[in-house]
């Protein structure tokens, strides 16, 4: 096992105003080629905290990465902590200090001497280019624990890590393989799921791990095996995972990471098929759960974000008599809107989204949480009701999910 | 100072499967009443790893919120390892175990006797009411240091902890005072910013901290005191704050975590001007902005997300000609999307986006990152255009904040 730590240095987390996002994409990554995350830590930007916690780190890992705290502005004091701890000098790197006057003059923007110094590096690292950025990553060795700073930009740190940090880890140290599967289900509870593989998870040999990992309607399970024949390993869990599949066979929408828009995608794609939305309450983050994938032009025609009613009416087609007589969250209202969004923008299928995401709008009848969702193709219109939270974000991912599901069992079925 | 370790319990976030949004917004909780959040840790679901943390944590905090672990499956072991912690047995608590029983009638779902164990919890802690979810919070005191154990589920755990936590802790210590002000800029650099406040910045007293948070073309400044007499650092801090805005203020588009769709939706709720988006490269994404906001609908009139050039052309009106002699990607499309969505959604304002997102579709004279907005109101229709980075997501989330800060700029000056 080569145990890996993952740190972020920033006051601006520890005071909760930006999320760490990097500790999950480096952990992914570092877990996939075999090393073992063993802890994440958000620290401040202070000399004397870092100093302790790089003592810390150096006992018990084997790699350290290190995301923030190398930004061009005076907050940042993590580079000459780093000289500090290693007991080095700085030096001026001269391809960082080109790459950096190339990034600005391609974006047409001055250069100042603090630009500038994001030059400057601890004398014993090796840099590491930063194809995004003008902070470069650093790499150092120290009594047998390599120690990589990058910056705390996301983006750029994702690239940095995938493109330069991982093959020079991998050619570093020779990690056993752990190897993850996952089947992905949607439209049951964690406990039904649980109770309904009992018998499965009992029999489990001790070195497979399982794990459940609920997430806005949907539950991944996870399997986990480490060691050094991968071809073992790999075949070991496939059999168990022919096993359990059988047990949930219909809410299993995909494995290993796939998601369910994915599938939705796929299916689509696979049966030559377009794709409109109208979407009320979910307000575009349907068809941005789509968008947000490259390729999604391929089937997906376009939407209807249809927030007042007379967009409803004008671009959708709802009648008036049902607005009035059944009102903009209705069975009804769902129906028009799904077949409406179909014919309007030229698709095979169409979704629709209607409800009351909160946190206010609610009435007795129709509390906060009640969503219609319907599908539309050229044989049937049928809708679906749900009562979800109090929760207007969690509202909408859910009804999103819920249309999905939808979506992925009728396709499945033609 | 009172020092606060939150800490995060799960196999799955090490992995990199499970994004840790609960540090964040749990620092955020904290810090805002006075408690200083000294560290993030994240560890595995594994007793020996939670012991030894346990064991660290009491000895520099005074408060530690644990999040994870308490699900009804196997792989969670948290309640019995803090059982094991602090020298004591379970118990089943009756007012928990009728909470889970309706809860589980409410959503017409089975009970497991999984479902029950959650109602087990340590003889030693007071139990916090979860609202939102079957798993309960535990609160448990050892020589003068708070332990704060909640489920791993972000709004179960966010409500517990604002409504729960957060007034009971107050109860228990009596926290400093510290006030953060923030100063949100968009459309500027960092480096830039830095630059232009620099003597400003250099004549700032010691006792105030200054911070840059740069976000998706937005940057963040952040000043930070702390004292007994919140009067008397409120006063020092707004009296920065004049100091510093007339040197940005073309920048400045709000204060303390304003949001620019925040910002836009007051401008147009101030004049009663409505709005309505039409999203090519953008997908949604823009219409999201508003939408998860509460009170969208004052002013949202709907969206169209015109994916393929058919929607342009057959919903918004872009002309056949203009597709063929400019293209898609082109100013003259986005001046007709502005101008057709207002039109055909019949609001006041309309603006759109277009544009070549990736990772592919770019081409010599379009690369990716290749990006056309518009702005239409009775009296103008205007385009601008970016060249923005390789990253599709980034360029979503750039494009969503050009196109707001045209907005901005055109409402202002309205």
Redesign the interface.
């Known amino acids: 096992m080569i145990p890996a730590y993952i740190v972020?240095i920033g006051?601006?987390?520890?005071?909760?105003?930006?999320?760490?996002?990097n500790?999950?994409?480096?952990?992914?990554?570092?877990?996939d080629v075999g090393f073992k995350?063993?802890?994440?830590?958000?620290?401040?930007?202070e000399r004397q905290?870092i100093l302790d916690s790089f003592e810390e780190m150096a006992k018990v890992a084997k790699v350290v990465l290190i995301t923030g705290g190398l930004?061009?502005?005076?907050?940042d004091i993590t580079k000459k902590t780093f000289a500090e701890y290693f007991g080095v000098g700085m030096r001026r790197d001269e391809v960082v200090l080109k790459h950096i006057e190339e990034l600005f003059s391609s974006r047409g923007?001055?250069m100042?001497d603090?630009?500038k110094s994001q030059a400057d590096v601890p004398t014993n690292c090796k840099v590491i280019h930063n194809q995004?950025g003008t902070a470069p990553g650093m790499w150092f060795e120290k009594d047998g624990c390599i120690f990589v700073s990058m910056p705390g930009?996301p983006?750029e740190t994702e690239n940095m890590t995938k493109n330069e940090v991982i093959p020079r880890l991998l050619e570093f140290f020779k990690p056993p393989f752990i190897i993850?599967k996952k089947v992905e289900t949607i439209g049951v509870?964690?406990?039904?799921l649980?109770?309904t593989i009992e018998e499965w998870?009992n029999d489990l040999p001790s070195h497979i791990?399982?794990?459940?990992?609920?997430?806005l309607g949907k539950v991944?399970l996870?399997l986990?095996c480490e060691g050094d024949d991968k071809e073992k390993i790999d075949e070991e869990l496939d059999n168990q995972i022919k096993k359990v599949v059988p047990l949930i066979e219909k809410y299993v929408y995909g494995f290993d990471g796939e998601t369910i828009e994915g599938k939705v995608a796929d299916l689509l794609k696979e049966k030559n098929l377009t794709l409109a939305?109208a979407?009320s309450c979910?307000?575009?983050?349907?068809?941005?759960t789509?968008?947000?994938h490259?390729?999604?032009?391929d089937f997906?025609?376009?939407?209807?974000?249809?927030?007042?009613n007379?967009?409803k009416m004008?671009?959708l087609g709802v009648t008036l008599d049902t607005i009035i007589k059944h009102g903009a969250v209705s069975e009804q209202t769902a129906l028009e809107m799904a077949e409406g969004v179909r014919k309007?923008?030229?698709s095979k299928i169409g979704i629709a989204t209607t409800g009351v995401a909160?946190?206010?709008g609610g009435t007795p009848e129709k509390p906060v949480g009640t969503v219609w969702i319907a599908y539309s193709d050229e044989n049937e219109t049928v809708a679906k009701t749900y009562q979800l939270?109090?929760?207007?974000?969690?509202n909408?991912q859910l009804t999103t999910n819920a249309v999905l599901n939808l979506l992925r069992k009728k396709l499945t079925h033609m």
């Open positions: 972020a006051d601006e987390l520890l005071y909760g105003q930006t999320l760490n996002t500790a999950h994409s480096l952990s992914k990554m570092l877990t995350v063993i802890k994440h830590i958000s620290i401040a930007d905290v930004g061009p502005t005076k907050d923007r001055m100042t603090m630009n995004y930009v983006y993850h509870p964690e406990s039904i649980a109770e998870e791990r399982l794990a459940y990992l609920p997430h991944t996870r986990t939305i979407e979910t307000g575009g983050y349907a068809a941005r789509f968008t947000q490259e390729g999604a032009s997906f025609e376009g939407g209807i974000i249809a927030y007042s007379d967009v004008k671009v309007t923008l030229g909160g946190t206010g939270t109090k929760n207007r974000n969690l909408i």
